[in-house]
């Protein structure tokens, strides 16, 4: 069964940080690039930051550019998004996706981020 897991998410106030973690299974994760995703009510799911399969690229969207940093760990199978600063316009469902040869993509099922006072 293929599968990706989200964890992590919380509710933390503005200027705090989170750490959101990925674990992928049941696909050869390695071989996958790996990104992070947002969704925030009414609002288009973005991406928010990328990392190639071999993890010596990464890219980021400008909103979230210098606060987050994407990892991955190949022995564990596990992508890591750390959230720094955050605010209050980061709240939002975050999803990882998994996106390999032939345009193959999976999804997690997301973890909820929220960013009040």
């Known amino acids: 069964q293929v599968q990706l897991v989200e964890s992590g998410g919380g509710l933390v106030r503005p200027g705090g940080s989170l750490r959101l973690s990925c674990t992928a299974s049941?696909?050869?994760?390695?071989?996958?690039?790996m990104a992070w995703y947002r969704q925030a009510p009414g609002k288009e799911r973005e991406m928010v930051a990328g990392?190639?399969?071999?993890?010596?690229?990464?890219t980021y969207a400008d909103a979230v550019a210098g606060r987050f940093t994407i990892s991955r760990d190949k022995a564990q199978s596990t992508v890591y998004l750390q959230m720094n600063s955050l605010k209050p316009e980061d709240t939002a469902v975050y999803y990882c996706?998994?996106?390999?040869?032939?345009?193959?993509?999976?999804w997690g099922q997301g973890t909820q981020v929220t960013v009040s006072s």
């Open positions: 996706k998994a996106t390999g040869l032939w345009d193959r993509v999976h």
């Open positions: 049941g696909f050869t994760s390695n071989t996958y690039a």
């Open positions: 990392i190639s399969s071999t993890g010596g690229s990464t």
